[in-house]
């Protein structure tokens, strides 16, 4: 599964049942237009913006591709594309990576609205959060998130992430400087794996 020539083993290819992730390639243009058209009013009000001045330049999907499969490469992101029972359902990134006496990154992910509610993404999580602390070497893992978007706050939550607080203006989003409440994990939180704790978890009375 990992190459020997970078940290990440980038390609990376994770299944957990009908659950997985993927690189995404420019054959999924097409899926990948009509899940982000379908869920554009949805995920708008979640997703990082440019502040003004805007740059005008808009990267094309074909342009994304090749720069997330450059970061796989270089060690600086895991960039997956979500599915579920082979269908593209979103992504999910670990981003922000920084190596050195940190080991850390940030996670970031969206979902179709119309596959929202089936446990897809607190799976999918697990199973980068486990890939980044026990294959990649990785001690801390962080993810961001309005105050007022629930659907993403049950996500860590299910996972047990830790709160850290409220780090204000942190992101661009909308149009505005919005303020975030932060979670993160570290290696010693789940030293059976966040998979294994996520899976117990959904099978207790």
């Known amino acids: 599964m990992r190459s020997r020539s970078t940290r990440l083993g980038w390609p990376v290819e994770l299944q957990e049942g009908p659950v997985g992730l993927r690189p995404l390639h420019a054959r999924d243009l097409r899926a990948w237009s009509e899940v982000r058209q379908r869920s554009e009013a949805w995920l708008r009000p979640w997703e990082a913006t440019p502040p003004p001045p805007a740059d005008p330049y808009t990267m094309s999907f074909r342009q994304m591709v090749r720069l997330h499969a450059a970061q796989g490469r270089a060690d600086e992101a895991l960039p997956w594309a979500v599915t579920y029972h ?27 609205v119309d596959l929202a509610g089936r446990n897809i993404m607190p799976t999918a999580v697990a199973m980068a959060v486990d890939y980044c602390f026990f294959v990649c070497g990785m001690h801390r893992l962080e993810v961001n998130i309005r ?3 629930r659907a993403s706050l049950r996500v860590v939550e299910k996972l047990g992430f830790r709160e850290e ?7 661009h989003i909308d149009g505005e400087w919005r303020d975030h409440r932060s979670f993160a994990l570290t290696a010693e939180d789940v030293p059976e794996g966040l998979l294994r704790r996520w899976r117990s978890s959904r099978l207790a009375p």
């Open 86 to 112: 082979g269908r593209l359902a979103g992504q999910l990134n670990v981003s922000n990576i920084i190596w050195g006496s940190a080991r850390m990154g940030t996670i970031g992910y969206w979902l179709d």
């Open 147 to 149: 105050p007022e978007n």
């Open 165 to 171: 607080g409220l780090r204000p203006k942190l992101l």
